[in-house]
């Protein structure tokens, strides 16, 4: 006679059903999860505290407003177009090869008018070029 009761099985422990659900929690939040991307980039341009450089003899300086007009050595370029910007260039380094030559671009001045005038420059040969900066006042 057997007066034992049989022993109950191991209980099993089934993971299917488990890595559904995460399998399915994963799925949600990938879907769900949004990636912003900012449009709006804020930039703080460097500023200069280096010591200014000695003003050469003959030294040409294209300044562009905030409307993007050019002026060379403080004479207003009347049609802004490249092909007058080089002439307009040339004129003002007389028989200089490559003179010094020195861009002053206000704040707000379009970027295109900034390339276009190191784009003047570079077609005519021009390698010795600056971008003309403004130390910050010190803070009281």
Known sequence: ????RPRPAEPEL?????IDVVFMLLIFFIVTTTFNRDTAMSINLPEANAEPLKV???LVEISIDAEGRY???R????????????????????ELKSPPLVISADAKTPHQA??????AA???????????TQ???PAP
């Open 71 to 73: 002026f060379i050595n």
């Open 114 to 119: 900034v390339i276009s005038a190191m784009d």
């Open 14 to 18: 089934n993971l299917i059903p488990l």
């Open 122 to 132: 570079r077609q005519l040969g021009f390698v010795h070029l600056t971008f003309a």
């Open 1 to 4: 006679m057997n007066l034992r």
């Open 75 to 94: 004479e207003p370029i009347i049609n802004a177009d490249i092909e007058n910007l080089k002439r307009a260039l040339l004129k003002a380094a007389g």
């Open 135 to 137: 130390t910050k006042a």
């Open 56 to 58: 050469e003899d003959k």
